[in-house]
């Protein structure tokens, strides 16, 4: 895939708009509220960086690695948790951060691990939404950045094998012509 053409979906400026978007979002419905927010690694840390930094009001910030896709294109279905959060949640209002939802089985599965730790309450915020992928029953995200077709995306936080999370923008490799 490394010499076929990328096909920008998404600009850095359209990201920034939309991250920006979603913080003020955040700062109404968790407002008095005791939120902390937990960001899946690896994908989500560079949404989940600039997310907080649109967040104005007090937050506290964790992190989990969960397993399902490895090097592949899809999902597993299995979901493994690699590193579980750190810190008590037990009375905090938990956002969970991811870039992306397709099936919902890593957003399922993490929800639902959260609700067994004791947070007060549990929602989900996603840069990217497939909601055609979606194999869990009743996920939806409660902050959506974007909605997307099924096409298999790269950049900003969102890798490849090992690479191109740095890219700043999100973009899916151009089928090349037989």
Known sequence: MEDQKRNILITKEEIDVEVHRLGQEINEHYKGKKLYVLALLRGSFIFAADLVR???????????????????????????????????????????????????????????HVKNKGAKSVQCCTLLDKPSRRKVDNLDPDFCGFTIEDLFVVGYGLNYGDYHRNVPYIFNFEEKAE
Request: no cysteine; hydrophobic share 40%.
């Open 54 to 112: 649109a967040i104005d009001i007090p937050v506290k910030i964790g992190f989990m690695t969960t397993a399902s896709y490895g090097n592949a294109e899809h999902s597993s279905g299995n979901v493994e948790v690699v590193n579980d959060v750190a810190d008590s949640i037990e009375g905090y209002d938990v956002l969970v951060v991811d870039d992306i939802i397709d099936t919902g089985y890593t957003m399922g599965f993490v929800l639902n």
